[in-house]
C-alpha cells in the first residue's frame, strides 16, 4: 500500500504534539507554531507531559485494575516513548489496542511502529463520525464490541469544534460499547483565565479549532457512566505515581477523568 502522504508545510497537531513532548517526527511549520506556545507559555511543555504521563497512568490502572483488554485509542497521536499498546501488553500480553487518528503521518508512523504485532492497528479516520468509525472492517475484525472496551479520548476532544458536537459524539461511543466498559478522557479546561484564553487564540490561528471548555463542560461528556476516585481532576494529581508537589496555574488547565459505563 502507498504511504500516506501530508503536506509538511502545514503545521498538524499531531507533531507539534511531537514536538513538545521531545519528540524527532515534526517539520518546519510545527516547530514554529511549538516554539509559539513555549516562548509565550512557559507551561506548555508540562502541560503536553503531564497530559501524556496520565494518559500511560491511566491505560495500565486500566489493564491491571479493570481488567480490560480491548482499546480504542481516539486521536492517538504519533508513536512516542511509551506507547498505549505497549503500557497495555506489559500488564496483559493480549490486549488489543485499535489507534484512530486523522492525521496521515500518524499512519505512516504508526504503521511502522507496529508492523510486527498483529494484536494493535493503527486507523486513519475522522472520529467525529463515530459511527463510521466504530462500524470499520479493520476495527471490527480486533476488537469485540460484546465485551467491554476502554475508550481513551486523550486531548483530543478540545480539537473538536461545538459545531461538531463532541458530547453526542461521546455519547455515541458510549452507547456502542457494553457495561463494563471504561472512558478515558483528558481535555483543556479554561477556569475563566487569561492563559487559557490566550493558548486558544494561538491554537485556533495555527489549526482553525481548539476550545479550552469548563469543568461543567467536560463533565457532560461523563454523563451516564460512574467516575471512579478521584474524579475530574488535574492530570499531575490522576493517580500520581510519585508527589505532584504544588501544580503551577498551567499545570491546572489539563484535567483528566476516567468513568466505567453501569
Ligand atoms: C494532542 S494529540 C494527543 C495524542 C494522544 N492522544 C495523547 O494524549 O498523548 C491530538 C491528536 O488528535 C488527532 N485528532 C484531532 N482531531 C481529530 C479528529 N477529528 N479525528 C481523529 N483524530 C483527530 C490529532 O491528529 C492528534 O494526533
Same mark, same amino acid.
Given at each position: 500500500m502507498e504511504p500516506p502522504s501530508f503536506n509538511p508545510e502545514v503545521p498538524s497537531i499531531a507533531r507539534v504534539y511531537d514536538y513538545l513532548l521531545g519528540?524527532?517526527? !515534526?517539520?518546519p511549520s510545527d516547530r514554529e507554531v511549538g516554539e509559539i506556545f513555549i516562548r509565550q507559555f512557559p507551561g506548555a511543555v508540562a502541560i503536553a507531559m503531564d497530559n501524556r504521563a496520565c494518559l500511560i497512568r491511566a491505560v495500565d490502572f486500566i489493564a491491571?485494575?479493570?481488567?480490560?483488554g480491548q482499546f480504542i485509542d481516539l486521536g492517538s497521536g504519533l508513536p512516542t516513548a511509551d506507547n498505549v499498546h505497549q503500557v497495555a501488553q506489559r500488564a496483559n500480553p493480549a490486549a488489543r489496542v485499535a489507534y484512530v487518528d486523522n492525521d496521515p503521518s500518524v499512519l505512516a508512523h504508526g504503521r511502522a511502529l507496529l508492523?510486527?504485532?498483529?494484536q494493535t492497528i493503527v486507523v486513519q479516520a475522522d472520529i467525529t463520525d463515530p459511527q463510521a468509525v466504530l462500524g470499520l472492517p479493520e476495527i471490527r475484525a480486533l476488537l469485540d464490541l460484546n465485551r467491554p472496551v476502554a475508550v481513551i479520548a486523550s486531548a483530543i476532544? !478540545? !480539537?473538536?469544534?461545538d459545531a461538531e458536537d463532541p458530547v453526542s459524539l461521546i455519547t455515541a461511543v458510549k452507547e456502542a460499547v457494553p457495561a463494563g466498559s471504561a472512558l478515558f478522557i483528558s481535555h483543556f479546561r479554561t477556569l475563566g483565565d487569561p492563559d487559557s484564553a490566550a493558548m486558544e487564540e494561538v491554537l485556533q490561528e495555527a489549526f482553525g479549532r481548539g476550545a479550552w471548555r469548563t469543568d461543567a463542560q467536560i463533565a457532560e461528556y461523563f454523563a451516564g457512566a460512574s467516575l471512579l476516585?478521584?474524579?475530574?481532576?488535574?492530570c499531575a494529581l490522576? !493517580?500520581?505515581?510519585?508527589?505532584?508537589g504544588e501544580l503551577t496555574g498551567y499545570q491546572r488547565l489539563i484535567v483528566a477523568g476516567l468513568a466505567v459505563k453501569p
Amino acid at each position: 500500500m502507498e504511504p500516506p502522504s501530508f503536506n509538511p508545510e502545514v503545521p498538524s497537531i499531531a507533531r507539534v504534539y511531537d514536538y513538545l513532548l521531545g519528540g524527532k517526527d !515534526h517539520f518546519p511549520s510545527d516547530r514554529e507554531v511549538g516554539e509559539i506556545f513555549i516562548r509565550q507559555f512557559p507551561g506548555a511543555v508540562a502541560i503536553a507531559m503531564d497530559n501524556r504521563a496520565c494518559l500511560i497512568r491511566a491505560v495500565d490502572f486500566i489493564a491491571a485494575q479493570l481488567g480490560i483488554g480491548q482499546f480504542i485509542d481516539l486521536g492517538s497521536g504519533l508513536p512516542t516513548a511509551d506507547n498505549v499498546h505497549q503500557v497495555a501488553q506489559r500488564a496483559n500480553p493480549a490486549a488489543r489496542v485499535a489507534y484512530v487518528d486523522n492525521d496521515p503521518s500518524v499512519l505512516a508512523h504508526g504503521r511502522a511502529l507496529l508492523a510486527e504485532d498483529d494484536q494493535t492497528i493503527v486507523v486513519q479516520a475522522d472520529i467525529t463520525d463515530p459511527q463510521a468509525v466504530l462500524g470499520l472492517p479493520e476495527i471490527r475484525a480486533l476488537l469485540d464490541l460484546n465485551r467491554p472496551v476502554a475508550v481513551i479520548a486523550s486531548a483530543i476532544l !478540545h !480539537h473538536v469544534t461545538d459545531a461538531e458536537d463532541p458530547v453526542s459524539l461521546i455519547t455515541a461511543v458510549k452507547e456502542a460499547v457494553p457495561a463494563g466498559s471504561a472512558l478515558f478522557i483528558s481535555h483543556f479546561r479554561t477556569l475563566g483565565d487569561p492563559d487559557s484564553a490566550a493558548m486558544e487564540e494561538v491554537l485556533q490561528e495555527a489549526f482553525g479549532r481548539g476550545a479550552w471548555r469548563t469543568d461543567a463542560q467536560i463533565a457532560e461528556y461523563f454523563a451516564g457512566a460512574s467516575l471512579l476516585e478521584p474524579g475530574i481532576v488535574p492530570c499531575a494529581l490522576w !493517580h500520581p505515581d510519585k508527589d505532584p508537589g504544588e501544580l503551577t496555574g498551567y499545570q491546572r488547565l489539563i484535567v483528566a477523568g476516567l468513568a466505567v459505563k453501569p
